[in-house]
Nanobody, 129 residues
Framework: QVQLVESGGGLVQAGGSLRLLCAAS????????VGWFRQAPGKEHEFVAT??????????YHAASVKGRITISRENAKDTVYLQMNSLKLEDTAVYYC????????????????????WGQGTQVTVSS
């Protein structure tokens, strides 16, 4: 069992930056693939990024809509995955969720909600003009 807690959300002006954190507890976190999703008002969950491990190498994959502006990374010593968000746009406004599943395959195919077993409660990001 893994418990996930997101933090770092808030209100930011367009063009600004935020760093979201996904802190894990309960199991050895390094063996889990972690994804970030977001849900804007009235819309479905949208995949943002994922990171997973094979051996000592981590592989990351970002949605085309955020690539170049948003970067996923992790710090296993702190059981934390980060989402660095730069050049934020109004359309980045959403509740951001992190999710995890056990995987040491290095696969970056985990882009669907159903791929993940554990979810956090979400953190609100609001981008203003």
């Amino acid at each position: 069992q893994v418990q996930l807690v997101e933090s770092g959300g808030g209100l930011v002006q367009a063009g600004g930056s935020l760093r979201l954190l996904c802190a894990a507890s309960g199991r050895t976190f390094s063996g889990y693939a972690v994804g970030w999703f977001r849900q804007a008002p009235g819309k479905e969950h949208e995949f943002v990024a994922t990171i997973s491990r094979s051996g000592s190498t981590y592989y990351a994959y970002h949605a085309a809509s955020v690539k170049g502006r948003i970067t996923i990374s992790r710090e296993n010593a702190k059981d934390t995955v980060y989402l660095q968000m730069n050049s934020l746009k109004l359309e980045d406004t959403a509740v951001y969720y992190c999710a995890a599943k056990w995987s040491v395959s290095g696969s970056t195919d985990y882009t669907g909600e159903a791929d993940y077993n554990y979810w956090g409660q979400g953190t609100q990001v609001t981008v203003s003009s």
